[in-house]
């Protein structure tokens, strides 16, 4: 049964520009502008009245921006939840003026050894994720650590648990890595690692998405009976101020927005693409997280509810719940 029909969600890639080079990604490859505070004002409006209560500004590195932290803070004062997502390499500069301004603020790191994480990520970032927790906390926030789980670092997760986000009082959240398009990221994980996965999640301080688990058991999303509600969850803006359909890695569509998003997204032609969400040949096996979570959060399925204590969780943990509820309200 679906439970929420309007998008909760948008995904606002401010610039595909990126200071790292990680491995199992390929948007930093791509030219980019950057997108301009008055596009976001008047999108902002139009998410608004399509009931979107989460806004992620995204990237390539999000804080490439140099207007990040207006553009967060009209998002805040619209009454929109925020967050952002950086490899850490400018956020001890930046620090200062993102402050407060960030409900869920994380900091990717996948491994608790200097010389692996620099190597994934293509750049030396570790020493600045480091950096960043404490120049963080000292600010008073609550940042995350976003651990995306490949097979080959699987056993770096205990160190990372025990030596950085528990003595930092910090949750790890835990990314399972996904293929999409030409992008590799290695071997599957395989049933019993999942299973490791699994118990390591329901640790104290350890946030994973069951459903994230679920549906890899199940071997992805189906396009005969799908999953994915990407689309119709999910807003995606491009940082040429397009919609981006039905989702940014398989981008089939990009319509220029121009001001008019609310009455692009009700467009006859919007809707019949929104309605292929999952449906494409390249859904088959889908395991996006991005797209997945909100899938998994607006209609009762077994994935709702596997995913369910996790959200609890989390939100609980970090207080999220509140502003939930408050931007709920508005
Ligand atoms: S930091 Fe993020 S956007 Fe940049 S290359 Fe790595 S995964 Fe891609
Ligand atoms: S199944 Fe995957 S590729 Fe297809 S629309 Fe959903 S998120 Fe995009």
């Known amino acids: 049964m679906r439970l929420v029909r309007h998008p909760v969600l948008c995904n606002y890639y401010v610039t595909y520009r990126c200071n790292a080079k990680c491995g199992f990604c390929d948007i930093w490859e791509k030219p980019s502008p950057y997108i301009t505070l008055a596009d976001v004002e008047a999108n902002l409006r139009d998410l608004k009245r399509l009931g979107v209560r989460v806004i992620d500004f995204t990237g390539g590195e999000p804080l490439l921006h140099r207007q990040l932290p207006e553009m967060l803070a009209l998002a805040r004062q619209m009454g929109f939840i925020t967050t952002v997502t950086t490899n850490a390499l400018l956020y001890p500069k930046q620090a200062e003026r993102l402050r407060g301004l960030v409900d869920m603020l994380h900091f990717s ?187 998994f959060a607006v209609e009762t399925s077994k994935y709702f509810w596997a995913a369910l204590p996790s959200t609890l969780k989390y939100n609980l943990e970090k207080g999220t719940w509140k502003r939930l509820l408050r931007s709920a309200g508005r």
């Open 109 to 295: 790191l996948d491994s608790s050894d200097r010389d692996t994480h620099d190597r994934g990520r293509g750049v030396a970032c570790y020493d600045f994720v480091l950096e960043s927790i404490r120049v963080a906390r000292a600010l008073g926030e609550r940042p995350d650590v976003l651990f995306t789980v490949f097979r080959h670092n699987l056993a770096d997760l205990e160190a990372v648990y025990r030596e950085i986000t528990q003595p930092n009082g910090l949750v790890l959240i835990l990314n399972p890595a996904f293929d999409y398009n030409a992008i590799e990221t290695g071997e599957r994980l395989t049933p019993a690692e999942l299973d490791f996965l699994s118990a390591f999640g329901r640790k104290k301080g350890v946030y994973l998405n069951e459903g994230f688990i679920a549906l890899r058991r199940d071997g992805g999303n189906h396009v005969a009976a799908p999953v994915c509600r990407a689309a119709s969850t999910t807003l995606v803006i491009s940082p040429h101020n397009e919609l981006v359909l039905p989702c940014y890695h398989l981008g089939d569509q990009k319509m220029l927005i121009a001001g008019r998003l609310f009455d692009l997204y009700h467009a006859p032609e919007t809707q019949r693409l929104i309605a292929l969400e999952g449906r494409l040949p390249a859904c088959e096996g889908c395991t996006i997280n991005c797209y997945m979570q909100p899938s």
